[in-house]
């Protein structure tokens, strides 16, 4: 579903495939990284992925407009791997700062003690694995991205 709404907003057949192929890598590194940690997979933590994926789709959106903006207004000299490049490059540290506000805002949850503790933190941790696997995704396969 996540796919085709992509590729309804987007216009673009290759950057949707793109952009839907952030979310089963990303979430698959969520998973492992749940793994080494011992969070089970429980309703609550799954629902940490279920809410990040919106954020994980916006990460990709924003790199690849970024470098469809940059391979549309290049010259016919200008290599296209240096031109993705520094499309990439430039929206990373955006994407980071939105990414980490997010991660940050979770803090407050890992603080708290007993019940509420138990119940909130596997959801933010989950959801901070998430963002952490959607910025690496992003950052590594949109390099790759002409």
Request: proline content about 3%.
């Amino acid at each position: 579903v996540t796919i085709i709404v992509v590729i309804g907003m987007v216009f673009h057949f290759r950057s949707s495939l793109l952009i839907g192929g952030l979310l089963p890598i990303a979430i698959r590194m969520t998973f492992a990284m749940m793994k080494a940690w011992g969070l089970p997979a429980n309703i609550v933590s799954l629902s940490g992925i279920v809410i990040t994926i919106g954020t994980m789709v916006a990460v990709g959106i924003f790199m690849c407009e970024n470098i469809l903006t940059h391979l549309n207004q290049a010259t016919e000299d200008e290599s296209t791997i240096d031109t993705v490049y520094r499309a990439s490059s430039e929206m990373s540290g955006a994407v980071f700062t939105a990414v980490a506000t997010t991660v940050v805002s979770f803090l407050p949850v890992f603080s708290m003690t007993g019940m509420e503790g138990k119940l909130f933190a596997p959801l933010a941790l989950t959801k901070t694995f998430a963002m952490i696997a959607s910025l690496i995704v992003a950052f590594t396969l949109y390099q790759l991205a002409p």
